[in-house]
């Protein structure tokens, strides 16, 4: 063989092993699975917002009556911003009473008239009075009117309410079928009982604070309620008109929270005021 040849042959060799070893770099460089590499993966796409909850949290804001600060009350409305949630059809066929009397049930969930949100829970949160006292070391007597929770046309009412603590909560079941009641407190026991037709009244209170209780009807899931249970009595409820007004407030600077029902615990929105004495 001439020596040119020779060489050619040889240049030849060694450029096709340097390209057979490029390319097991290439295809085998990925762990060992002999796989070209691949695109990294789409972000998942974002669920939207639960209902009540905005991208960035509540979809309400508190805003406070400064005049009525000066009477000694505080007292505002509950707005609700963004369309008004859709009213979600429920399935009453599990029980012929209630699918009678309510054929086209929905369930209105949050309330929102006119811009306004109803059912929130609107009750100072702590707080400092005026000659220096902290609220949480304050005593106040539990009122002496009825506190009643109803079950009434297979739904609770209300649907939100407030108690003090060690206050009795009479519970009474006006329809014509058998109903159930159960309190699933965070600081508080746990209760179960079921109401028959016709029966008396149950009684019960929570001995400790406990914003919020989540209440349930066992036999009926549509059926929900919730309980805020403080150790004073300034709270109150919206109503339909988003409004709430809380009196007899001794002066003093107060953290005031308004919770609404919703994921999880639900959202909370707060704000601090300022309550001047009663003229």
Known sequence: MRPESHLSLCVRIVLATIVITCGAVVVCGQGG??????RPPRDPPRRP???????TGPNYTLSIDKAALNR?????????????????????????????LNPKFEIEEPLVRRGKLANVFVYIKDGVTADGRKLSELSFPNPVREILLDQSRCSFLPHVLGIMANKTLTIRNSDPITNNIHFMPRNNPDWNQTQIEGAAPLTHSFGRADVMVRTR?????????FVGVLNHPFFAVTGE????????????KYTIAAWHEGPGNGSEVKTIVTVKAAP
């Open 241 to 252: 008109d988003g409004a709430f007004e809380i009196v007899g407030v001794p002066p003093g």
């Open 72 to 100: 000694g009350a505080i007292a505002g409305e509950i707005s609700y911003h963004g369309p008004a949630p859709k009213r979600l059809k429920v399935d009453m066929s599990a029980d012929p009473f209630c699918r009678q």
């Open 217 to 225: 009807n066992n036999q009926h899931p549509w059926m929900s309620a």
């Open 49 to 55: 917002p639960e209902v009540g909850q905005g991208p």
């Open 33 to 38: 699975t002999g796989k070209l590499p691949q």
